[in-house]
């Protein structure tokens, strides 16, 4: 999984309360981003970050945030975790904008009861 | 609004016949078009991609996809499945020029029997 590690794999947690998921790659690319994956819905983009300190809403970035402080890692956080957020997470990773391929993580399945 | 339609939910194939799976696109820009394999409890593999040049695009694990500009689609091909080709497929693309994202279609779920 082109150096990327998730964790953690899988988690359950109860409503209301904060979850950080973590995302580490060992390729020293610059772009990194956090997609769910629901079942109709394919993948979509909650956060992704361009750098150090860097960062931008995707489309949908509602109840998460996100941190990056240093290179290798992205940061994940449901400050306030509920129900609609179980799903499947998915970080990615590049190494340039437009053209380059993003190379996926192993995921995460987050349940909220 | 740029979006990407995968119109079959799940393709049903005999190993050894020739497998497609339909990806079309709406974009107002350049696109640039991707396609991923997601085996269960994985996460997504890359496959190939179109930027730009010869529109058949060769890659890997014998499958090819065709950019047709005009159809604006960008249909996934092999010419002889596998039983371990089963798997969820996804189609992706980015408009060149701007910051935009990478659009997912909602993925197909492709069955090879033997």
């Known amino acids: 999984d082109a150096g990327i590690t998730q964790s953690p794999r899988h988690k359950v947690t109860e409503t209301g309360t904060p979850v950080t998921l973590r995302c580490h790659q060992t390729?020293?690319?610059?772009?990194m981003y956090w997609y769910r994956q629901d079942p109709g819905h394919g993948l979509r983009l909650i956060h992704y970050?361009?750098?150090?300190?860097?960062?931008d809403k995707g489309e949908v970035s509602d109840g998460y945030s996100v941190s990056r402080s240093k290179t290798e890692d992205f940061l994940l956080t449901l400050e306030s975790a509920t129900s609609s957020q179980t799903s499947v997470y998915f970080c990615?990773?590049?190494?340039?904008?437009?053209?380059?391929?993003?190379?996926f993580g192993p995921g995460t399945r987050l349940t909220v009861l | 609004a740029q979006s990407v339609a995968q119109p079959e939910d799940q393709v049903n194939v005999a190993e050894g016949n020739p497998l497609t799976v339909k990806c079309t696109y709406s974009?107002?820009?350049?696109?640039?078009l991707f396609w991923y394999v997601q085996y269960p409890n994985r996460g997504l593999q890359f496959l190939l991609k179109y930027i730009t040049g010869d529109n058949l695009v060769k890659g890997s694990y014998g499958f090819e996809a065709e950019f047709n500009k005009s159809q604006t689609s960008f249909h996934l091909k092999k010419p002889s499945a596998l039983v371990s080709d089963s798997a969820l497929y996804f189609c992706a693309v980015r408009i060149g020029g701007s910051q935009g994202n990478l659009i997912f279609g909602k993925g197909t779920k492709l069955s090879v029997k033997p």
């Open positions: 970050s361009y750098g150090v300190k860097d960062t």
């Open positions: 974009v107002s820009g350049n696109p640039y």
């Open positions: 990615a990773i590049s190494d340039g904008w437009e053209t380059d391929t993003q190379y």
């Open positions: 390729e020293n690319h610059r772009y």
